[in-house]
């Protein structure tokens, strides 16, 4: 399997992050990489950007390798992302950086520093019956309470900058940073109709927000954000109604974006897991991986994300490989 460039040819019934108006916004470079064989096929295509920060060229995957007409072998992935590797080599790019969450590789190439990933993905094509049975006892009785008590999901892009506030300061309570309001503006507009931000209201005051760029491929649930204290099943009933939505424009997955392997008992990451996990979805396992093209940029990058955030998600997990 080759890896070349190929036109961008996207279509609804690919993922959104992989249509152009989010690449340009995302990338000071980006485009598709094709997987071709050797009768000439074109079997899979890659999205990516590359960004420029301190003279270190980045790339990134916007998602995993996606497969245009049947499922590629393990095999063929392989050989097609070892011929990625060696395109953006041949390029001049300094790192291939980790993909973002929704990325859940089935495999990496020889030479990448690898770790565990996974999702939680609901499969919408079911009867609408069967994905509120499938949730769990604790998330259906929160539920109820929530529309009992008044909880309100509203939507629209007037919640644009309250979701921006929620979600800054629920990642800053975590010591995490955010993007600046400017980009997160700008995301918004570039995913125009294809992004839908829910709002969960309690007596007219917000309690929380999701926001969930989709296409008929799938709905990402991408950022979301919450008072300190919202009243209890908001964000439950949140993502329900948002699931419900989802349904009925017939997208085919609900996708949380992302969970480590294995958290620690008790940790946050657990919670997460197990919050995802109760909404009845299939847990796709996989990998994300990064590599160093050029060793003294990719050192530089290491350095950097080490100093502001303590590693990336690669270094946190690389130890689970093994196991």
């Given at each position: 399997m080759k890896a070349i460039p190929v036109e961008i040819n996207w279509h609804p019934g690919l993922s959104i992050y992989a249509a152009e108006p989010f690449l340009k916004m995302a990338g000071d470079d980006y485009g598709w990489l094709g997987g071709v064989d050797d009768s000439g096929e074109l079997r899979c295509i890659?999205?990516?950007?590359?960004?420029?920060?301190?003279?270190?060229?980045?790339?990134?995957?916007?998602?995993?390798?996606?497969?245009?007409?049947?499922?590629?072998?393990?095999?063929?992935?392989?050989?097609f992302l070892s011929?990625?590797?060696?395109?953006?080599?041949?390029?001049?790019?300094?790192?291939?950086?980790?993909?973002?969450?929704?990325?859940?590789?089935?495999?990496?190439?020889?030479?990448?520093?690898?770790?565990?990933?996974?999702?939680?993905?609901?499969?919408?094509?079911?009867?609408?019956?069967?994905?509120?049975?499938n949730l769990h006892s604790k998330h259906r009785n929160r539920i109820r309470n929530a529309v009992?008590?008044?909880?309100?999901?509203?939507?629209?892009?007037?919640?644009?900058?309250?979701?921006?506030e929620l979600i800054e300061h629920t990642l800053k309570r975590s010591k995490m940073g955010f993007t600046s309001h400017e980009e997160f503006k700008r995301l918004v507009s570039s995913l125009d109709t294809q992004v839908k931000i829910f709002v969960a209201c309690s007596q007219g005051a917000v309690q929380g927000c999701a926001v969930i760029p989709f296409s008929e491929h799938s709905a990402y649930y991408l950022y979301g954000g919450s008072i300190p204290d919202p009243t209890s099943g908001a964000m439950n009933l949140l993502h329900w109604e948002a699931i419900s939505y989802f349904h009925g424009l017939k997208v085919r997955r609900y996708d949380f974006m992302g969970v480590r392997i294995n958290p620690e008992k008790g940790s946050k990451q657990e919670g997460l897991m197990m919050f995802k996990e109760r909404f009845g979805g299939r847990m796709d396992r996989g990998y994300m991986w990064k590599y160093p093209l050029r060793p003294l940029k990719a050192a530089i990058y290491s350095l950097g994300v080490r100093l502001l955030k303590?590693?990336?998600?690669?270094?946190?997990?690389?130890?689970?490989?093994?196991?």
């Open positions: 890659l999205p990516y950007t590359i960004n420029h920060k301190a003279s270190v060229r980045m790339v990134r995957f916007r998602d995993q390798t996606l497969a245009l007409q049947e499922e590629l072998s393990i095999e063929d992935e392989k050989s011929s990625v590797v060696q395109y953006f080599r041949f390029t001049g790019a300094d790192i291939i950086i980790p993909a973002t969450a929704n990325a859940i590789f089935r495999t990496y190439p020889e030479g990448a520093v690898a770790a565990p990933y996974g999702t939680f993905f609901i499969d919408l094509r079911q009867p609408i019956e069967i994905l509120w049975s009992k008590n008044g909880i309100e999901i509203r939507s629209g892009r007037e919640y644009t900058q309250i979701a921006y303590g590693g990336d998600v690669v270094d946190a997990e690389h130890g689970k490989l093994e196991t």
